[in-house]
């Protein structure tokens, strides 16, 4: 029986890449009956007839977001403005811990770099390239880094996400020609409603590798809320280092005496404001408790 992947889901109908070609198919009736939805991205397998095909198997989902509904998200591209909107890192940092939470991989991609010079926008990333996270720096206006962009797509399933008006439909244009995308922001409000009801599709990349048609939102940063407040320092990558290493076991290291992390501040080879931005979430996470999940 063929498998393959899910690139669109309309109306009952799941449209399968498989080996052969696109399969468009229904689910079968067990999948309702244990509310159970396929996703676009999910590795399916389906059964060819004569009057309708059907999607009889749900392979197991590595992750999936929610918006947009996407299932087994290699990467995510983290796109924020160097400027216009002004970057708030502090937001950046929650879209890093949910792809970190996730197992995707990530990208920060800088775009509008034709505002501002190279060397301001370079340093305000550096902590972020010390850490160890993959930056591209793009314009789709002048149509710097796009190439670059392409390369990390490569053979991955990727979702573009990140604030409004930063450039995330204008990059997706760029990528395929299909995508065709509503950009500025006069029609965008009235667009807004549509977006909504719009169905998500992975649109396969000429070098190879699917990107989601739809970005994701910044609501992407209350999924950052789920985490156990225990496990958060271990999602900040450059704290890896330094944990099991301070005085107490079980150190938050917010006010602990002998924290390695804070020590590791202190001495620059952690960056402050993403300390600081640790903490912030760490107390954040505490007061919301459990009851959030
Ligand atoms: N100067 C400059 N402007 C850009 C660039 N990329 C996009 N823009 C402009 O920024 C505005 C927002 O671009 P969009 O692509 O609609 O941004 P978006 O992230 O999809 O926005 P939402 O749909 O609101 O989430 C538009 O006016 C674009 O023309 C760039 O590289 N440089
Ligand atoms: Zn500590």
Redesign the pocket.
């Known amino acids: 029986m063929p498998q393959g992947l899910i690139i669109k889901g309309i109306g009952g109908f799941y449209y399968v890449k498989t080996e052969e070609g696109i399969v468009e198919c229904r689910a079968r009736g067990k999948f309702r009956n244990e509310n159970i939805t396929p996703l676009v991205g999910d590795m399916v397998t389906v059964s060819i007839h004569n009057n309708s095909n059907s999607l009889d198997k749900i392979h197991e989902r590595k992750n999936q977001l929610i918006r947009p509904p996407v299932a087994n998200v290699d990467q995510l591209i983290i ?1 924020f403005a160097a400027v ?1 909107p002004e970057p708030n890192l502090e937001l950046l940092d929650k879209f890093l811990i949910v792809a970190e939470l996730n197992n995707m991989d990530i990208a920060i991609c800088i ?2 770099i ?2 501002i010079e190279a060397p301001l926008i370079e340093g305000m990333f550096a902590p972020y390239k010390e850490a160890g996270f993959n930056i591209i720096y ?5 149509d710097i880094g796009i190439e670059d962009l392409k390369l990390y797509l490569k053979d991955k399933v990727s979702v573009f996400s ?10 997706l244009n760029k990528l395929h020609p299909s995508f065709n ?1 509503e ?3 006069i029609s ?1 409000k009235i667009e807004r409603g549509k977006q909504t009801t719009r169905h998500t599709q992975l649109l396969e990349l000429h070098e190879g590798g699917y990107v989601a048609d739809t ?1 994701g ?1 910044s609501s992407l940063e209350y999924e950052a809320m789920k985490v156990d407040y225990e496990e958060l320092d271990y999602l900040f990558p450059e704290f890896r280092d330094f944990l099991g290493q301070c005085k107490f076991t079980g150190c938050s290291h917010t006010k602990e005496p002998g924290c390695a992390v804070k020590n590791a501040v202190e001495e620059k080879q952690v960056n402050k404001r993403r300390y600081e931005s640790y903490v912030r979430m760490y107390d954040d996470i505490k007061k919301l408790g459990r009851n959030y999940r």
């Open positions: 796109v216009k775009n509008k034709d505002l793009t314009s789709t206006k002048k990140g604030p409004s008006g930063v450039g995330k439909s204008s990059l995308m950009t500025g922001e965008k970005p939102f």
